[in-house]
């Protein structure tokens, strides 16, 4: 038999968690493979970095928080989004003397970028709940989940949003969960799938590889008979144990969290804008959503 010769993706993500289930899953399980892919996935432990690195050529693909994109296009560069990811899971969890969030005064918080979606939402939630910036607490920026749950462990912070299944991790280690994102807005669009519109345009057919590849192992990950294979592909990429795995699957899946066969969801990138808009990131008229994406490879591969 001819070894068919397999066509090079290098995409990015911030941190090795549950939100890149899929991705592991279409890599370890053949997906991209049948696709004639082979991705290359890297972590960058930095959304800056990433979206620099991403904007710069360096990676092919980037699944990033949509308003890292949104920010990239309005300073200029060509990046787009092509297909949602996730709804944030972002849980709240706090060391175990932080029993409200009025203990959360006078406190550091960890985050993965001051600027980043992610934080715009803990500001929000912690409005919430009637704490201010600046007046109530500080937000430090420290990096991916691993490096905000060791800054949890290092007291450098009093709390941050864990994705899972860190954050299960950390409450079985005594931190304590006050609460998450879906507090505050429960369909936010989060994670999104990006690349630079002079790559997609040369790369149209890789592109659309990509995403059926990927659609096909959100499909098989949403099927509950392969919950036990799927357990042991994410603690191959994330050390954490059995049980933890199982109740980050049950969680993700009955909570929806990953986009429906990865649709962008515009109705949450409406919000995403929105919270923008808010804190004063975007003008108060913002253009159409339609400025950030492109979904006419998405509608190939899905068609």
Do not use: C
Not at 211 to 234: C, F, P, R, S
Not at 236 to 261: C, L, M
């Amino acid at each position: 038999m001819v070894n068919m010769q397999k066509d090079t993706l290098t995409v990015a993500t911030i941190s090795q968690s549950a939100n890149s289930w899929p991705l592991y899953v279409a890599q370890d399980l053949g997906f991209f493979t049948e696709k004639g892919l082979d991705v290359k996935i890297e972590i960058t432990h930095s959304s800056s970095k990433q979206l620099q690195a991403l904007i710069n050529g360096y990676y092919d693909i980037g699944h990033q928080a949509a308003d890292h994109i949104i920010r990239a296009v309005e300073s200029g560069n060509s990046l787009f989004m092509f297909m949602g990811v996730s709804t944030p899971l972002q849980s709240l969890i706090v060391r175990p003397e932080i029993e409200s969030y009025t203990d959360l005064r006078g406190k550091k918080l960890a985050v993965d970028g001051i600027s980043s979606g992610y934080a715009l939402l803990l500001r929000g939630l912690l409005a919430q709940n009637g704490l201010q910036e600046g007046k109530d607490y500080e937000l430090v920026a420290v990096g991916g989940t691993g490096e905000r749950f060791g800054a949890l462990a290092s007291s450098l912070a009093a709390g941050a949003f864990l994705d899972g299944p860190v954050d299960l991790v950390a409450e079985v280690q005594g931190y304590r969960r006050l609460g998450s994102n879906l507090d505050y807005l429960p369909s936010y669009q989060g994670t999104v799938a990006a690349a630079r519109r002079e790559w997609a345009l040369v790369h149209q057919d890789v592109l659309v590889r990509y995403i059926k590849g990927y659609i096909m192992a959100q499909d098989w990950l949403h099927d509950e008979t392969n919950k036990a294979e799927a357990i042991q592909v994410l603690r191959q990429h994330v050390d954490v144990p059995e049980d933890i795995a199982g109740q980050t699957y049950d969680r993700y899946v009955s909570w929806r969290v990953f986009n429906a066969k990865a649709g962008l969801n515009i109705e949450g990138l409406q919000q995403v804008i929105k919270v923008m808009v808010q804190t004063g990131e975007l003008a108060a008229s913002p253009p159409d959503p339609a400025k950030y994406y492109d979904l006419s490879y998405y509608y190939l591969a899905t068609m």
